[in-house]
């Protein structure tokens, strides 16, 4: 089951948040492992944010954000380690989309590491088209990694 997130997701959503992100796929230092999922640090309310739930569990979460009045930003996707692979990012990513198009927004798109191989197979397979391109635009743990933008139309 997908679901519009609400604030008692915090600290799943924190756990899942933390235990996501790695060089390989972004490019930001680790945060501490306190830092809650929603407020103003991390610029994420509930309401712009998508649960995966199965038998009451929080599994992922996909994130919209406002760029302007046509184009949305799925500004994170990331599903808990232990239940990849078994479609919930795609589902998520599904959902989100759907959730786009309801809200208005006629175009969406992401950032992602050229280094990703897993998120761009996954965003392939969705439909994206690589829009931008910033070749060697990070340089992490010594090696030059390509800043991609992806784009759809909804
Ligand atoms: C990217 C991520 C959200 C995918 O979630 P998931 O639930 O495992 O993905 P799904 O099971 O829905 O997989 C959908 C498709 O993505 C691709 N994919 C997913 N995992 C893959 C893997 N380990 N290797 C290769 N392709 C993979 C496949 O095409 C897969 O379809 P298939 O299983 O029919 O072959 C998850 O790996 C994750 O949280 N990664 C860390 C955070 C991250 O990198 N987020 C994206 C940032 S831009």
Redesign the pocket.
Known sequence: MIRTANVADDAELAR?DYE???P???PSPLWERSRPFFGEQTRTSPADVLVAQRTGIVL?YVKLRRIDDSTVR?A??????R???????????SAALAEARTRGYTRAD????GS????L???R?AGFVELERVPGRFVIEGRKVDDLTLAIAL
């Open positions: 899942i996501s992100w790695a390989v796929n972004s992922g799925l994170g996707l990331a599903v808990d380690r239940a990849r692979r078994a479609g919930i990012g795609q589902g998520l990513l992401l950032k992602v590491l990703n191989h897993v998120a197979e996954l965003y397979r």
